[in-house]
């Protein structure tokens, strides 16, 4: 088992352009998550998903876009690069609700310029 | 909101020095989480609690849940190199939800 994959790890943008961030998992998870992590600061819930075309609003969801046409992909997308994007990004997965443990990914390091 | 408020913010300890770092928040905790980050790595969970009073312990890790379940802390006796790194307590926001919130994390540095 690979876990939860993501790619690129790093990434510059220049502001205005746009990218998407991938995730996968391959242990048949349900439930799967996009948090930002500011230096200094804990992790943000972007956008969670439970389950293939289910997709909802985290705590800071603004200028972010998800899609769940799969149990295993969850990518992200950032339309608009701008520098208060500039954070690393990790994506988790777990079986669902209630005293779960999340699977994290390895992360990917945005700059935007 | 509830939020979970980690200290200290940064440690730096001798090797084979003990240590704790807390995790408060100012409601009922419902599965409290300890994570384990290293630099350009996803977090590895150490510890997950449950109960008010539980207490789970992992080689020289000990985890601690209070019986208010507002306040955790995380325990390293005889600290090595190895567990430096970055700890995170992240906890449900309500019972038995999806959405999870952490702490802002405590930077562990250990010098042999």
């Known amino acids: 088992n690979a876990g939860v994959t993501q790619t690129p790890k790093f990434r510059i943008l220049k502001i205005g352009q746009s990218m998407t961030l991938q995730c996968t998992q391959d242990?048949?998870?349900?439930?799967m998550y996009w948090y930002r992590q500011d230096p200094g600061m804990g992790l943000k819930l972007i956008y969670y998903?439970?389950?293939?075309?289910i997709t909802d609003k985290g705590e800071v969801p603004n200028g972010y876009n998800v899609s769940r046409s799969t149990t295993e992909d969850f990518p992200l997308r950032l339309e608009l690069a701008a520098p208060s994007q500039t954070s690393v990004y990790f994506c988790?997965?777990?079986w669902g609700e209630g005293y779960n443990e999340q699977f994290f990914g390895p992360g990917t390091r945005l700059t935007v310029l | 909101s509830q939020e979970l408020e980690q200290s200290p913010q940064s440690l730096i300890v001798q090797e084979g020095k003990n240590l704790t770092i807390n995790c408060t928040s100012s409601?009922?905790?419902?599965?409290l989480y300890w994570y384990k980050q290293k630099y350009g790595e996803g977090l590895i969970l150490l510890m997950m609690l449950q109960k008010g009073g539980e207490e789970k312990s992992h080689e020289k890790i000990t985890a601690k849940l209070d019986e208010k379940k507002q306040q955790s802390s995380l325990h390293i006796t005889a600290s090595q190199p190895s567990h430096a790194g970055i700890y995170l307590c992240?906890?449900?926001?309500?019972?038995?939800?999806?959405?999870?919130?952490f702490g802002t994390g405590t930077r562990l540095k250990v010098l042999a």
């Open positions: 988790a997965s777990s």
């Open positions: 998903s439970v389950g293939a075309g």
């Open positions: 992240g906890a449900e926001k309500y019972r038995g939800t999806y959405k999870y919130i």
């Open positions: 409601k009922t905790l419902y599965g």
């Open positions: 242990m048949n998870h349900n439930y």
